[in-house]
């Protein structure tokens, strides 16, 4: 038995961390704005924050369809992505396991693949509240150069809900570094997004189901691009 | 996040309890909502609520013993004011949306105050006068616009917003309220209104940024 099983090919870490570090980034700068100490720091007449927060932006935006395009080509990731975004009635089996247990119930775990509906979940909202941010930041940046181009109106209520959907994905990105980095039950799920690989042990624990598949696979020596 | 169905700790083998709800999980979701709630009113006060900007060191501080409104350069009866006498200028009530260059926008803010107008009638421009500066208490933040620009109908020196006087994020006792144009131009804790001949370039101006700061505005 293998200690280790392959769990994400490059292609699927380049994926994450490509959208994970500039997202976190712009998290960080962006909610400078609440911090009036901060917010104000300038360079002459640049806000030091926002000046940051919006070239990271417009070079996110500007990048990402191209290595979308160029991450997508590869079947690995392919797969990673409807995997965690396809819906199985398992899922719903797990969310309502969950909330028994955790309303003090008894309930059996249902079988668990690559990723669980709580994974599901966040993966769902945090794509999202992302496009949003993304679609309305362009806009925003647009206007940070140029104060002519919409109306004023416009772009208030663009602003809200930059505002709105930064402060519905801040606690998901919270929960998501918690439960990889913090949590000693689930932060091996680390382990598979920097090299690779992670403990069977845990995958056979937390992911039941996937653990028996990549199990066999490599016992036939398929890489994880194989499953 | 083990998803073995195993016993509670310390409860193995005592028959367990079935309600749905203890009382300590009863209580625990009760604080829970509780937390919750207050929560969500400072997010909402962060989605829609003011901002606070300032380059001041700390936020000036409003003393009504000391306090002067003075209104002075190019004028031929310049005025010194006390909170109270200012207070005491004919006032007007406008109703009217602050938009911030950063985007944010508060509606329909109730000001009250002093039309700028009115103060210019008191003190008499003399012939060059063609710019005002406004400055802050905290002698670090200004702005200024042209005479023309701050004869307009909604220019106040605003001492209540929303039926309140002032507080002290605000710009206790006193602003500049210029609703056509971005809030940089309204200098907040202002102490000192100054007639000049030539435009004095305001502090974000002196940095590049745009003198006129005219909304774009279909409203
Ligand atoms: C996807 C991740 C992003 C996150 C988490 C994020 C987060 C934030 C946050 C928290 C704020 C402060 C909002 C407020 O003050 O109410 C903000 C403001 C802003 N964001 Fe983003 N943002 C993201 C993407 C973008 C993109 C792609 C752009 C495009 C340029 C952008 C442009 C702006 C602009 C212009 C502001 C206003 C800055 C200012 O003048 O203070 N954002 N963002």
Known sequence: MPEFLDRFAPSTRVLHWLVAIPVLILMLTGLTNFWPEAKTLHLGGARIFAWLHVLLGLGFAVALLPSLLAIFSRRAARRDARE??????????????????????????????????????????????????????VVLGVNFWNKNVFDV???????????????????????????????????????GMTSGRVRRAWAERHHDAWAERAREASRRGAGPDRR | MSDEPRPPPGESGAPRSRRLLSRARFLGLLAGGAALGALSTRVFGLVDGWRENTVEDGRPVFDRATY???????????????????????????????????????????????????LAELV????????????????????????TQARLPGVLIAYDLDGAPLSRVRGAPARL?????????????????????????GYWEQRGWRVDAWIRSSG
């Not at chain 1, 249902?110 to 945090?126: D, E, H, S, W, Y």
């Open chain 1, 84 to 137: 965690l975004l396809l819906v199985r009635l398992d899922d719903y089996l797990w969310l309502q396991h969950r909330a028994l247990r955790a309303a003090g119930l008894r309930s059996i775990a249902p079988r668990v693949g690559k990723f669980n509906a709580g994974q599901k979940v966040n993966a769902a909202l945090a794509t999202t509240a992302i496009i949003v941010l993304i679609g309305t930041g």
């Open chain 1, 153 to 191: 109106d416009l772009v208030a209520a663009v602003f809200r809900w930059h505002t709105v959907l930064s402060l519905l994905l801040l606690p998901l990105i919270v929960g998501h570094l918690y439960m990889a980095a913090l949590n000693p039950e689930t932060r091996e799920s680390l382990r």
């Open chain 2, 124 to 147: 008499g421009p003399l012939p060059d006068a063609r710019y005002v500066t406004f400055h802050s208490l905290g002698g670090v933040y200004r702005d200024s616009l042209s005479l």
């Open chain 2, 68 to 118: 002067r409104l003075t209104v002075d350069g190019l004028v031929a009866r310049p005025l010194s004011l006390d909170y109270d006498s200012l207070r005491s200028l004919p006032a007007v009530r406008q109703v009217s949306d602050f938009h911030c260059v950063e985007g944010w926008r508060v509606p329909n803010v109730r000001w009250d105050g002093v039309r700028f107008q009115s």
């Open chain 2, 177 to 201: 309220v210029m609703p056509r144009m971005f809030g940089y131009k309204g200098p907040k804790w202002l102490t000192r209104v100054e007639f000049r001949d030539r435009q004095d370039l």
